[in-house]
């Protein structure tokens, strides 16, 4: 069973560039959930994709975008970078049905630092 | 919305002793999942221990357990005979049982050092 991964390990980026970042959920997960972390906090959540569909949204700007594919991989864009976007971003993958939600399991991440 | 506090920044234990970790929540849902999750150095967030809102019970999990007391809203996880291996920030994470999906949100943290 392979876990969830997470591209670029690393990223470094200047304020105003476009960024993607890329996460291939566990085997068998239909749902991704991206997060933002930044230094000596907790994660806070920028949204989730289910079935290839935003599926809730936290508090950020419309510049924070996502994608998932159909084998359930999924894309975090981020436009107009600003200082304040350097954090460990971290994706999430898990297993939703009807009624039914299972664990999170995380990605190691992707540390982008804005310059 | 719902809120996760954990008001210890920092928390130190000796190997093979005991510690607790506090974390505190709100929410107006009756139907909720808890969680403590431990990111070690290398990042990736690990599950460490959940509960269940509607078991009385406490989980355990080998040396992990939790003191989860509903009607004061506190969830506070014990770690028992602490080895090095256990040193690492340590989340507590909270998600509705009521909505779809699986939104966490997470407490600032406790970073826990092991002393030998």
């Known amino acids: 069973e392979t876990g969830v991964t997470q591209s670029p390990t690393h990223l470094i980026k200047t304020r105003g560039q476009q960024v993607t970042l890329r996460c291939s959920s566990q085997?068998?997960?239909?749902?991704v959930s991206w997060y933002q972390q930044a230094l000596g906090q907790g994660p806070q959540f920028i949204f989730q994709?289910?079935?290839?569909?935003?599926?809730g949204r936290g508090n950020f700007p419309p510049r924070f975008s996502g994608l998932q594919f159909p084998n359930y991989s999924s894309e975090l864009n981020v436009n107009a970078l600003e200082l304040d976007d350097s954090a460990l971003y971290l994706c999430?993958?898990?297993?939703?049905?009807?009624?039914?939600?299972?664990?999170?399991?995380f990605g190691p991440g992707t540390r982008l630092t804005v310059t | 919305a719902q809120t996760v506090t954990q008001s210890q920044p920092e928390m130190s234990v000796q190997e093979a002793e005991t510690v607790t970790l506090s974390c505190t929540y709100d929410?107006?849902?009756?139907?909720?999942?808890l969680f403590w999750y431990k990111q070690p150095p290398s990042r990736q967030m690990i599950l460490v221990i959940r509960?269940?809102?509607?078991?009385?019970q406490n989980a355990t999990e080998n040396r992990f357990s939790v003191n989860f007391q509903k009607a004061a809203k506190s969830f506070s996880l014990k770690i028992s005979d602490s080895q090095l291996g256990d040193a690492a920030m340590y989340f507590c994470?909270?998600?509705?049982?009521?909505?779809?999906?699986?939104?966490?949100?997470f407490g600032e943290g406790t970073q826990l050092t092991v002393n030998p």
């Open positions: 999430a993958s898990s297993l939703v049905g009807y009624r039914l939600t299972y664990e999170q399991y």
């Open positions: 085997s068998g997960h239909n749902t």
């Open positions: 994709y289910y079935r290839e569909e935003e599926n």
């Open positions: 929410t107006s849902e009756s139907d909720y999942y």
């Open positions: 509960q269940e809102a509607y078991k009385q």
């Open positions: 994470a909270y998600r509705s049982g009521e909505t779809s999906g699986s939104r966490l949100t």
